[in-house]
């Protein structure tokens, strides 16, 4: 289905991601973990697009997308909808524009200008809203909503393209653990009921642990683990996250980054923060 064939993307000297490759041949829910800095995001970034790949290649169902231009460029970005850790939601707009919004791709500009939906869109945005568990907030500004509740409403944005694929960059980072759990099943009664592809960076384990099928881990731009959330023992994770024996299960990403840091980094970026 998808294969990512030896991706590279360079940022002058600095390679982000080197070389991987990952192939996914049945739907699944692929969580992708590794330090701040591993190259998570940037890997995502270009299987949707938003950054183009220095080398490599990534075949959709036979397709090299990463040659994609123009308007089927943008049609593989509905099949690969994109949730961000700041949702990017249009605060001041309602809920369900916001989710109406998900449709951008396949409506003209005039549509989308002057918010002339059509009636079985917007019933279709409600219905993706309730399975979701908030209808009853479609009128409000999205603003006015919980982050969790609008970490929702942004997968439900994602919904409404219909996509193939699920990309979310570290979906649950700015959340507490309850809104963080809804938000996590969410994506896996997705992934589960429709068949849709989710892959989602995370930052701790045991969400990884809890709800993907596969874990991809990354150091240094690389795929240095791809297997089962039961092979990702203490010592893999140890290895993954470039830590020492002091490395905690329940730790972040970021925190993990900070203990494995070389000790002047840590104290410049002490003197940054004075
Ligand atoms: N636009 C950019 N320009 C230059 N360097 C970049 C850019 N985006 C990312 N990088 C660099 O690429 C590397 C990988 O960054 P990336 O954001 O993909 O890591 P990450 O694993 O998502 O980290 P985090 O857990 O902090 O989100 C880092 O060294 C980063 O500084
Ligand atoms: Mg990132």
Known sequence: ???????????????????ATLHIDKPGMIGIIGRSGAGKSTLLRMINRLADASDGQILFEGRDVTKLTGKARRGWQSD????????????RMDVVSNVLHGTLNRRSTLVTLFNLFPLEDIHRAIDILDRLGI???????????SGGQQQRVAIARAL???????????????????NAQTVMEALHRIHKEDGRTVICNLHTLDTARRYCDRVVGMRDGRIVFDGLPEQLTTGVAREIYGADASFSEAATSTEIAALAAPARDVTRDAEAMI
């Open 1 to 19: 289905m998808l294969r990512i064939e030896k991706l590279t993307k360079r940022f002058g000297e600095n390679t982000a991601v080197d070389t």
């Open 80 to 91: 690969c909808a994109m949730i961000f850790q700041q949702f990017n939601l249009v605060p």
């Open 135 to 145: 209808a009853e907030h479609a009128p409000k500004r999205a603003e006015a909503l």
């Open 160 to 178: 409404m393209q219909d996509p193939k694929i699920i990309l979310a960059d570290e979906p649950i980072a700015s959340l507490d653990p309850m």
